[in-house]
């Protein structure tokens, strides 16, 4: 029988105080999974508690910035110490900085690669001893369209991404022989945080051209949800997918597929 079912399993989601993150926590919790997350403040931290407990999801909570070595390593041992070793990790922690790349300072350029693609490996390095001893783990890299595609203003989050979508690839190649796999979930164009610029209602209240360059370049004809992600995520930590390995799954609403609605 198929086995989506996370009892008795650990996870650990970067960046879920909301957006992406919270949903899949959340889905990785009612398929029974317990639950530890991080993020950067305090503030977003109280909240996020108790959003999660509003859901009746015991999460524990983790002030750390991806990015700080240190930090995440000494977050994985708490987490070992208090819930179990992690048996799944899903990098889902980003940020993007939108700025024409001849205007972008490296420092810029740098924070995007480095919370969005060095900051998954410095997160995956620091749970792997335990998966390889336990021989079994699941680790999930949060990619994105822009780990296919470009456009304008987003080099280092383009490269940061593609980056990702090889870093996800070479942890299958050279961790599978342990049972662990790494895969990659891709969301499309989801409403969150991240994308409020881009559906921000224009000041003669028209939509945003970006919101109807979307929903026209998306056969689903609107926007994700974070809870698009939710099925996705389930099957890619639990073992129904334990023999996909390396392969990054698109939860684009058929974006990628697709050359974009013919003007009439
Ligand atoms: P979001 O709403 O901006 O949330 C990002 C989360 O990451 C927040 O919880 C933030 O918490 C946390 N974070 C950022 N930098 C961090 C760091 N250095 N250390 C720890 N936590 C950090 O973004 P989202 O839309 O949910 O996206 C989540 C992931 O999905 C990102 O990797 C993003 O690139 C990817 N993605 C998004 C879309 C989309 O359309 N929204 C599509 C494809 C992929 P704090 O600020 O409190 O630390
Ligand atoms: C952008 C958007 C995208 C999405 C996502 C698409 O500015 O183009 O923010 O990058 O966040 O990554 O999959």
Redesign the pocket.
């Given at each position: 029988m198929v086995n989506f079912s996370l009892e008795g399993k650990v996870a650990l989601v970067?960046?879920?105080?909301?957006?992406?993150?919270?949903a899949m926590a959340q889905a990785l919790a009612e398929a029974g999974a317990k639950i530890a997350f991080?993020?950067?403040?305090q503030a977003?931290?109280d909240k996020a508690l108790e959003a999660y407990k509003a859901l009746g999801i015991e999460a524990k909570g983790y002030i750390?910035?991806?990015?700080d070595e240190a930090g995440v390593k000494a977050m994985v041992e708490d987490i070992s110490a208090t819930l179990g070793p992690v048996d799944i990790l899903v990098n889902?922690?980003?940020?993007?900085k939108r700025i024409p790349m001849h205007e972008m300072a490296a420092e810029e350029f740098r924070q995007v690669v480095d919370?969005?693609l060095i900051?998954p490996y410095i997160c995956a390095k620091a749970v792997l001893p335990g998966m390889m001893e336990k021989r079994a783990g699941k680790i999930i890299n949060?990619?994105?369209?822009?780990s296919e595609l470009g456009r304008e203003t987003v080099s280092a989050?383009a490269a940061a991404?593609g980056g990702l979508k090889m870093l996800t690839r070479n942890i299958a190649s050279e961790y599978g022989q342990y049972n662990i796999q790494c895969n990659g979930i891709?969301?499309?164009?989801?409403?969150?945080?991240?994308?409020a610029p881009l559906r921000e209602p224009q000041a003669d209240g028209s939509r945003h051209p970006f919101d109807s360059f979307i929903v026209a370049k998306t056969p689903a004809e609107r926007w994700?949800t974070?809870e698009d992600l939710m099925g996705p995520i389930v099957f890619l930590a639990s073992s129904a997918s334990d023999f996909v390995n390396g392969h990054v799954l698109y939860v684009d609403g058929g974006i990628l597929a697709y050359i974009g609605k013919q003007p009439k």
């Amino acid at each position: 029988m198929v086995n989506f079912s996370l009892e008795g399993k650990v996870a650990l989601v970067t960046g879920a105080a909301y957006g992406i993150g919270f949903a899949m926590a959340q889905a990785l919790a009612e398929a029974g999974a317990k639950i530890a997350f991080n993020c950067r403040t305090q503030a977003n931290m109280d909240k996020a508690l108790e959003a999660y407990k509003a859901l009746g999801i015991e999460a524990k909570g983790y002030i750390c910035d991806c990015t700080d070595e240190a930090g995440v390593k000494a977050m994985v041992e708490d987490i070992s110490a208090t819930l179990g070793p992690v048996d799944i990790l899903v990098n889902n922690a980003g940020i993007i900085k939108r700025i024409p790349m001849h205007e972008m300072a490296a420092e810029e350029f740098r924070q995007v690669v480095d919370i969005d693609l060095i900051a998954p490996y410095i997160c995956a390095k620091a749970v792997l001893p335990g998966m390889m001893e336990k021989r079994a783990g699941k680790i999930i890299n949060v990619c994105s369209m822009m780990s296919e595609l470009g456009r304008e203003t987003v080099s280092a989050y383009a490269a940061a991404k593609g980056g990702l979508k090889m870093l996800t690839r070479n942890i299958a190649s050279e961790y599978g022989q342990y049972n662990i796999q790494c895969n990659g979930i891709g969301p499309g164009y989801i409403a969150t945080p991240q994308t409020a610029p881009l559906r921000e209602p224009q000041a003669d209240g028209s939509r945003h051209p970006f919101d109807s360059f979307i929903v026209a370049k998306t056969p689903a004809e609107r926007w994700g949800t974070p809870e698009d992600l939710m099925g996705p995520i389930v099957f890619l930590a639990s073992s129904a997918s334990d023999f996909v390995n390396g392969h990054v799954l698109y939860v684009d609403g058929g974006i990628l597929a697709y050359i974009g609605k013919q003007p009439k």
